[in-house]
């Protein structure tokens, strides 16, 4: 699937550049966002190789229409709340009490629904096929608990595509991970797509 790989590295290269421009546009600064780093790995794996007492924040949304599947990005405690304080100069009042919570959540919650919503725009319109996710649903806790939430409902032949996201701000280098959890249909409905794409090119 080299070939496949990198159209949906050019998804993802797309999906960067359109949730830039839109985290800049609502916190009102500079922020780049890259995804570097994709793979295709079968999704037992992804369970086999978490650390399951890592505690993260996470933004799970489902996939209602073009393609069967979830999306979850995840980000460990440390840099969604660097992320909450590079988006929300907040006062150490507010630290102290519940509105920096509520709105800090708010502000990761708005942050996993732009990168979603990028990443299903760029894929819908490589596969030139609508694909809507739901509004988000934010949960705190293990990453066992977040993954297994998402993946454990798939069977076997379902698959994983990991995708890396780095923010990145002057002063911060804020690291998250997404993840696009597919049924097998929907893997072979971008195969297909993919090479359509290809064949169009020659």
Request: glycine share 6%; aromatic share 4%.
């Given at each position: 699937m080299?070939d496949?790989?990198?159209?949906?590295?050019?998804?993802?290269s797309?999906a960067a550049?359109?949730?830039?421009?839109?985290?800049?546009?609502?916190l009102?600064?500079k922020?780049?966002?890259e995804m570097?780093?994709?793979?295709?790995?079968?999704?037992q794996?992804v369970?086999?190789?978490?650390?399951?007492?890592?505690?993260?924040?996470?933004v799970s949304?489902?996939?209602l229409?073009?393609?069967?599947?979830?999306i979850?990005f995840i980000?460990?405690e440390?840099s969604?709340f660097?992320?909450?304080?590079?988006?929300?100069?907040c006062?150490m009042?507010?630290k102290k009490g519940?509105?920096f919570?509520?709105?800090?959540?708010?502000?990761?919650?708005?942050?996993g629904?732009?990168i979603?919503?990028?990443y299903a725009?760029?894929?819908?319109?490589i596969?030139k096929t609508v694909?809507?996710?739901?509004?988000?649903?934010?949960?705190?806790?293990?990453?066992?608990?977040?993954?297994?939430m998402v993946?454990?409902?798939?069977?076997?032949e379902?698959h994983?595509?990991?995708?890396?996201?780095v923010?990145m701000e002057p002063?911060?280098?804020?690291t998250?991970t997404f993840?696009?959890?597919?049924?097998?249909q929907?893997?072979?409905?971008?195969?297909d797509?993919c090479k359509?794409?290809?064949d169009?090119?020659?």
């Amino acid at each position: 699937m080299k070939d496949e790989m990198d159209i949906l590295r050019e998804v993802s290269s797309i999906a960067a550049g359109h949730g830039s421009v839109a985290l800049s546009e609502i916190l009102g600064k500079k922020i780049s966002m890259e995804m570097p780093a994709l793979d295709i790995v079968a999704t037992q794996a992804v369970l086999d190789r978490i650390s399951t007492d890592q505690i993260i924040i996470s933004v799970s949304s489902n996939i209602l229409s073009g393609l069967k599947g979830e999306i979850l990005f995840i980000m460990d405690e440390k840099s969604a709340f660097k992320l909450i304080d590079m988006c929300y100069r907040c006062t150490m009042s507010d630290k102290k009490g519940s509105v920096f919570t509520e709105m800090g959540f708010s502000v990761i919650k708005e942050i996993g629904n732009v990168i979603i919503s990028s990443y299903a725009g760029a894929l819908s319109m490589i596969l030139k096929t609508v694909i809507i996710p739901s509004i988000p649903t934010l949960v705190s806790g293990s990453i066992q608990q977040a993954l297994s939430m998402v993946v454990a409902p798939y069977a076997a032949e379902k698959h994983i595509l990991l995708a890396e996201a780095v923010f990145m701000e002057p002063e911060e280098h804020i690291t998250g991970t997404f993840y696009l959890v597919l049924d097998g249909q929907a893997m072979e409905h971008i195969k297909d797509a993919c090479k359509k794409l290809l064949d169009a090119l020659k």
